[in-house]
């Protein structure tokens, strides 16, 4: 049986920059398409400078094109790639590319498949369309960091781009998809406009069930997801680190008890609030009663649903990580590979591209 070639054939221009738009580009490599990199003279995206490790890790297997925009002749060779292009990926604020005369509207007139997807902040709508943002802004306005929040503490922005990469370039990346999947079988590409505070808002389905049952959103650590119930919490172990205790359903929270040998718990309220606190109150006395490493060796394995809060380097050799073969290296580092396994198609791997390196060669098609 031949192997399924995904989305090889399918050629990606991008013009985006720094995290949202490339992450989404990445994957898109990684599952096979052409994807090449539209970066400016001198300096191309900005990553490569404010960022070099970053840039190398959300940018292998693609091209590099060195083109300005802004010169009637390179944006003229623009407009021939996108002539044979699927797809074009840009992140400018709303009426950028209308002033360089390679908007949707231009590029549609010559090629009416072509699918082009605009990641923003806010979209390409609205009263914020224009405003410039990051990843904590969308989250902010999105509800989201609201809810990141010890209970009666400021909002914790954290080291995970939530908005960027969750909200902005996996939704942009399922919204090109589709749109390639419909331009194949109808001839007609789409706009594809998605906001990262939008993807963002749209992932808040915890918070919205809650404020859907009780009538409003519960405060900061409040929700049975957030902190509020004392057998779906965190608590620190004997050496100072912690362990994740997600014993949500009963049925885990009383086989983490039986095997801890503390049963005599159970007495006390499993419930949110103050009625609950006994029972936080014991399992704090009980978790600091052994190690992390001993807890995990007693609870992991088992149906408790318990595991040891990581380290990103104890993450990355992680027995299941190597199990499933997660972590590349690239230019002698750890990156984290496509982490969608297929049963009959290989991700494609690659490196980074220098500046420019594929200019001669994309542009010299015919």
């Known amino acids: 049986m031949s192997a399924n070639p ?9 013009l985006s920059r720094l995290l949202p738009g490339p992450f989404c580009s990445l994957y898109l490599a990684q599952m096979g398409a052409e994807v090449i990199k539209i970066e400016e003279p001198g300096t191309g995206d900005y990553c490569r400078s404010l960022s070099p490790e970053m840039f190398t ?4 297997g693609k091209k590099s094109v060195v083109l300005d925009l802004r010169q ?12 044979d292009a699927d797809v ?47 990843d904590m802004n969308y989250r902010g306005y999105a509800g989201d960091l609201h809810q990141n929040a010890p209970l009666g503490g400021a909002p914790v ?10 909200g902005g370039a996996l939704t942009c990346a399922v919204g090109i998809l589709a749109a390639v999947i419909g331009a ?21 389905v915890a918070a919205l069930s809650a404020q859907r049952t009780v009538g409003q959103v519960p405060a900061p ?18 050496d100072g680190r912690y362990l994740a205790v997600g014993s949500l359903e009963f049925k885990f929270f009383k086989r983490l008890l039986e095997l801890a040998d503390a049963t005599e718990l159970l007495k006390l309220p499993l419930v949110p609030g103050p009625k609950g606190q006994p029972l936080r109150d014991a399992l704090t006395t009980l978790f600091r009663g ?26 990355l050799d992680n027995e299941q990580v190597r199990a499933r073969g997660l972590v590349r290296s690239v230019a002698g580092k750890p990156a984290i590979g496509l982490p969608i396994q297929f049963s009959h198609a290989e991700p494609v791997e690659g490196d980074s591209p220098a500046l420019g390196a594929h200019t001669a060669e994309v542009l010299s098609r015919g």
């Not at 995904?6 to 991008?14: A, E, H, Q, S, Y």
Request: glycine letters at 10%; hydrophobic letters at 40%; aromatic letters at 8%.
């Open 6 to 14: 995904l989305l090889k054939g399918i050629r990606v221009l991008d």
């Open 72 to 83: 009637p002749e390179d944006a003229e060779a623009f407009r021939r790639l996108a002539d």
């Open 157 to 166: 922005q954290g080291n995970f781009q939530v908005a960027d990469l969750a």
């Open 221 to 238: 650590s409040a929700d049975a997801l957030s902190g509020a119930m004392p057998n779906y919490s965190v608590y620190e172990t004997a």
């Open 57 to 60: 890790l959300v940018n292998r």
């Open 290 to 315: 052994r190690t992390q490493a001993q807890w995990e060796q007693l609870l992991a394995h088992e149906d408790t649903c318990v595991s040891g809060i990581l380290t990103l380097d104890e993450a």
């Open 184 to 204: 194949r079988s109808s001839g007609e590409g789409t706009f594809v406009d998605v906001g990262m505070m939008d993807g963002t808002l749209a992932l808040q």
């Open 88 to 134: 074009v990926l840009e992140s400018f604020r709303p009426g950028v590319m209308a002033k360089l005369g390679c908007d949707y509207a231009t590029l549609r007139a010559r090629n009416p498949r072509l699918v082009y997807a605009a990641l923003t902040g806010y979209g390409q709508t609205g009263p914020y369309a224009s405003r410039p943002g990051h």
